[in-house]
């Protein structure tokens, strides 16, 4: 099939080079443009970018897609399908109307729910224990298309958000792949996605990540797992920020004196790392990155910062 990709991020990638390998014909990448980066703030090219040119495909990069200029450039490319994952620009109508087939969108939960730009970590942040993947052929509406294929797939109980969407991105490149094939054969019905089903999955902002200890333990813990590595979870330890990466829970603590208030240190597992009170129990800080520094075990943090039993987090 004669087709246009259209993604920016590492989780689009694994598509791309799907749809390469099965030897579809990729008339042109439209990847976002080239932003400043890190501490140094230098120009970086989007992975996805990066992927086009390792395979020699023709880039293209505008501001917005709703330029005269670049609705021709895409028509110009007369394409069978136009590919969208996780892009990060709408699609004009004047641009959803030229491919034979439509364009097909790949979103990482079992739509209608968690529609919008961070179903991952909601999910996470919800305490599912399955999501899945979701192929729709795009309308005007944000993930509001009909479903061509769906795929359930159960989440563990030890994943963050960065190892969910590494997994769904390699199970959705073979959604896509045998997406491509039904919208070809044409011969499929799509099904209507339920209106009264719909939940909305917002961006999240980095103070999202600012933990609140007084929540329950699970509550907690899908709080990290749901905001790392992005935006990231936090909190406060002596005036400075506390990355959070990593906790253990299920952890047998006899709690001596019961004044302790959430977000206090509670006793320190010299081979684990702080323990932190929550409302209804303890987690380990197992893996963390104090401010300005590299991430270490929780081990190495008692030993470099010497957190004491009464010392708060906030």
Known sequence: MRIVFMGTPGFAVPTLEAINQKGHDILAVFTQPDRPSGRGRSIAFSP?????????ISIQQPDTLKQNQTIQAVS????????????????????????????VNLHPSLLPKYRGAAPINHALLNGEKTTGITSVLMNSRMDAGDIILQEEVPITDEENAGE???????????????????????DS??????????????????????ITW???????????????????AFAMFKGKRLEILNILMNYELQIKNHEYLPGQVVAVDKDKGPVIKT????????????????????????????????????
């Not at 969407?165 to 390699?170: M, Q």
């Not at 007084?214 to 990231?232: A, C, F, H, M, Y």
């Open 214 to 232: 007084s929540r329950s333990t699970d509550e907690v813990q899908n709080q990290i797992r749901g905001l790392t590595p992005k935006p990231g």
């Open 279 to 314: 409302l209804d129990g303890v987690v380990i800080l197992t893996e963390v990155k104090p401010q300005g520094k590299k991430a270490m075990g929780g081990d190495e943090f008692l030993r470099g910062y010497k957190p004491a039993v009464g010392d708060k987090l906030l």
């Open 164 to 186: 969910l969407e590494g997994r769904l991105a390699k199970l959705g490149a073979d959604l896509i792949i045998r997406s491509l094939d039904v919208l070809k054969a044409g």
């Open 189 to 210: 019905e799509f099904k209507k996605q339920d209106e009264s089903m719909v939940t909305l999955a917002s961006k999240l902002s980095s103070q999202d990540g600012h």
């Open 76 to 103: 110009n490319l007369e394409p069978e399908i136009v590919v969208v994952v996780a892009y990060g620009l709408k699609l004009p109508n004047d641009i959803l109307d030229i491919p034979k087939y439509g364009a």
């Open 48 to 56: 996805v970018k990066q992927k086009a040119m390792e395979l020699g």
